[in-house]
C-alpha cells in the first residue's frame, strides 16, 4: 500500500508561514494556550474569509490563492498544536 505524503514544500510554506505569524502577532497564534478555541475559530474564519476573496473575479490569481490556502492550513495546524498542549 501506498502512504500519502505531503510535499516537503508544502511543509517548508506550512512552517515559514507559522514563524511570520507568531512574529507579526508576538506569538499570540491559535497555538498559543492563551486563546480560547472561539478566538482560535474567529482568526480560522478570517483566513477562509481570504480564501474567498482570493477566489472573487477581480482578485483571482493561482498565487494568492495558495498564499491564502497555506494561511488557513498554518492556523489550522497551530489550532491544533495549541489543543495538545
Not at 483566513?47 to 494561511?71: C, F, N, P, W
Amino acid at each position: 500500500m501506498i502512504v500519502p505524503t505531503f510535499h516537503p514544500t508544502t511543509f517548508n510554506a506550512l512552517n515559514a508561514e507559522y514563524i511570520k505569524a507568531q512574529v507579526k502577532h508576538n506569538g499570540l497564534t491559535p497555538a498559543s494556550p492563551d486563546m480560547t478555541n472561539e478566538q482560535r475559530l474567529v482568526v480560522l474564519v478570517e483566513e477562509v474569509g481570504e480564501v474567498a476573496r482570493a477566489m472573487t473575479y477581480d482578485e483571482s490569481s493561482h498565487d494568492k490563492l495558495v498564499k491564502e490556502l497555506i494561511q488557513v492550513a498554518t492556523m489550522t495546524c497551530a489550532w491544533i498544536e495549541g489543543i495538545d498542549q
